[in-house]
């Protein structure tokens, strides 16, 4: 029996390694355009991510702001009022004397009675200090470790173009400027605690009415150094909220660099899924040539009314 191969057809060639390249490539393009086209939307969402975390942090630098102004605007009405009373009560000194303090009570039902009394004999000795000015509370920030943020804080401060401050920004870690955030947040809470019941003490000292043991000149003087106080008090909390906005003010900054930074990577990998696509459509187009396919001219004619449509698109107003 013959093992020739029937007449008129032809064994299938032997397809070289270029040959299983070139079939493969147009496959091979298409999935490495996806890869660059999902890395791309995932960097472009990153960047919306940190605009949105800049837009809440000028919201909360925002509030700050309003807060420092209002208990600006607070420490004036004080000094106002202070200034008024000191007036009326003729300019004399407030009598601060053992005699005129308000005495200390303790509640019956008080767990730690003494320990309750010594509380309050230390608060108000401390407003009493308050009140004649002998002393008051720093309300410092805490220091921060990290150089670049107050460098930064005074480059905000000295209107420097938004381009450095940005470019400055992205030097900073994010970690930093949150800690620094957090330690000024609870230093702010700790000087309210601490500061909660010397207030009050001092309050109470100054509206005490002592009856016949002083003149109503030596009382209003009293009132006038509890608004004194309170001025005081309102411009400490003030510099605070100030502070904090500052760092806030930091963080947007930082936030709105680390945006543009996932921008431009979401521009550079569509630029690579683009070129990518662009090969695959190339090498799509030469297998089909080779082969002598009707689909290349096809595919050609589409990649054509494409082109067309979206030039179009572009210079639509």
């Known amino acids: 029996m013959s093992t020739d191969s029937p007449t008129g057809i032809k064994p299938e ?4 390694f270029m040959d299983k390249i070139g079939a493969a490539l147009p496959v091979g393009l298409t999935a490495l355009a996806t890869v660059f086209a999902g890395m791309s939307t995932g960097a472009l969402q990153k960047a919306m991510y940190w ?10 630098a925002t509030n700050q702001w309003s807060l420092a102004g209002f208990k600006r605007d607070r420490a004036l009405v004080m000094q106002t009022s202070a200034a008024q009373l000191r007036a009326t009560a003729g300019y004399v000194l407030p009598n601060f004397s053992p005699s005129t303090l308000p005495p200390i009570t303790i509640k019956k039902d008080e767990a730690n009675p003494e320990q309750k009394r010594k509380e309050l ?27 670049q943020i107050p460098s930064l804080q005074k480059a905000i401060n000295a209107r420097e173009p938004e381009e450095e401050l940005v470019k400055a920004a992205g030097k900073i870690k994010i970690e930093s400027i949150t800690k620094a955030i957090d330690d000024a947040e609870k230093k702010s809470e700790q000087y309210d605690k601490v500061w909660s019941p010397i207030l009050a003490a001092a309050a109470e000292i100054a509206g005490f009415d002592d009856g016949e043991k ?4 030596t009382r209003t003087a009293r009132q006038a150094a509890g608004y004194d106080l309170e001025e005081r008090r309102y411009r400490a909390e003030s510099r605070l909220n100030q502070g904090i906005a500052s760092l806030y003010e930091i963080r947007v900054k930082m936030s709105s660099a680390e945006s543009d ?17 662009i090969g695959a ?17 096809f595919a050609a004619m589409i990649g054509l009314a494409s082109l067309g449509i979206g030039a179009y698109v572009f210079l639509e107003q």
């Open 51 to 60: 605009k949105s975390q800049a837009a809440q942090d000028q919201s909360r």
């Open 261 to 277: 930074k996932h921008r431009r990577k979401s521009e550079h990998f569509f630029f690579a899924m683009l070129a990518a696509q």
């Open 13 to 16: 060639e032997h397809k070289g």
């Open 281 to 297: 459509t190339i090498s799509a187009l030469a297998l089909a040539r080779r082969t002598k396919s009707v689909l290349w001219l």
């Open 214 to 217: 002083a003149n109503p000149a």
């Open 121 to 147: 004999e230390d608060a108000q000795a401390k407003a009493l200090a308050w009140l004649q000015k002998k002393s008051f509370e720093e309300s410092p920030l805490p220091e921060i470790a990290d150089a």
